[in-house]
T-cell receptor, first 114, second 106 residues
Framework: GAVVSQHPSRVICKSGTSVKIECRSLDFQATTMFWYRQFPKQSLMLMATSNEGSKATYEQGVEKDKFLINHASLTLSTLTVTSAHPEDSSFYICSARGERAEAFFGQGTRLTVV | GEDVEQSLFLSVREGDSSVINCTYTDSSSTYLYWYKQEPGAGLQLLTY?????DMKQDQRLTVLLNKKDKHLSLRIADTQTGDSAIYFCATGPLVFGKGTRLSVIA
């Protein structure tokens, strides 16, 4: 299957700082990218959907000013957690979809805010 | 909103078949998916089925879709210890169930 690379896989940051997570589709053009958050022992929660070149569509309850999503090219989307707090600690996963129906997932980023 | 339900736990003996069930509410999904998540890892797409199909077989995996009942199942034949993971059912555009934790007993 297609490869989606997510970086970093783990990050620890201090409360109040911002963290950027990158999601790259390595061998296909991702017209749509999805960002998910997974709490311990829970399912994935869709945070936002972004189409290349346009603003992301955020799910209800997700603060767009806190979770900044940029999808500037067909192979790269970034999620920036701004002014991170301990409650933002979670596992964040991106997913990319091209022309075909299936979406491929990145490896996930475990964010710990101390 | 759309909802996807699946049982949380399943335990099977090595060599037996595993069947993971899922029900969903969104009947407009063109594709339905099964993903696997191993401990500490991201998600891996296992297989998917087009909504106008009843069954799809891919090696040890068999997906059955009952569109009338909005029921999707994943059967793993000859389950191995390496199949122990959490399995997520998902509808398009990617509404996930809570995941079924499959434990394989040697």
């Amino acid at each position: 299957g297609a490869v989606v690379s997510q970086h970093p896989s783990r990050v620890i940051c201090k409360s109040g700082t911002s963290v950027k997570i990158e999601c790259r589709s390595l061998d296909f053009q991702a017209t749509t990218m999805f960002w998910y958050r997974q709490f311990p022992k829970q399912s994935l929660m869709l945070m936002a959907t972004s189409n290349e070149g346009s603003k992301a569509t955020y799910e209800q309850g997700v603060e767009k000013d806190k979770f900044l999503i940029n999808h500037a090219s067909l192979t790269l989307s970034t999620l920036t957690v701004t002014s991170a707090h301990p409650e933002d600690s979670s596992f964040y996963i991106c997913s990319a979809r091209g022309e075909r129906a299936e979406a491929f997932f990145g490896q996930g980023t475990r964010l710990t805010v101390v | 909103g759309e909802d996807v339900e699946q049982s949380l736990f399943l335990s099977v003996r090595e060599g037996d078949s595993s069947v993971i069930n899922c029900t969903y509410t969104d009947s407009s999904s063109t594709y339905l998916y099964w993903y696997k998540q191993e401990p500490g890892a991201g998600l891996q797409l296992l297989t998917y089925i087009f909504s106008n199909m009843d069954m799809k077989q891919d090696q040890r995996l068999t997906v059955l879709l009952n569109k009338k009942d909005k029921h999707l199942s994943l059967r793993i034949a000859d389950t191995q210890t390496g199949d122990s993971a959490i399995y997520f059912c998902a509808t398009g555009p990617l509404v996930f169930g809570k995941g079924t934790r499959l434990s394989v007993i040697a």
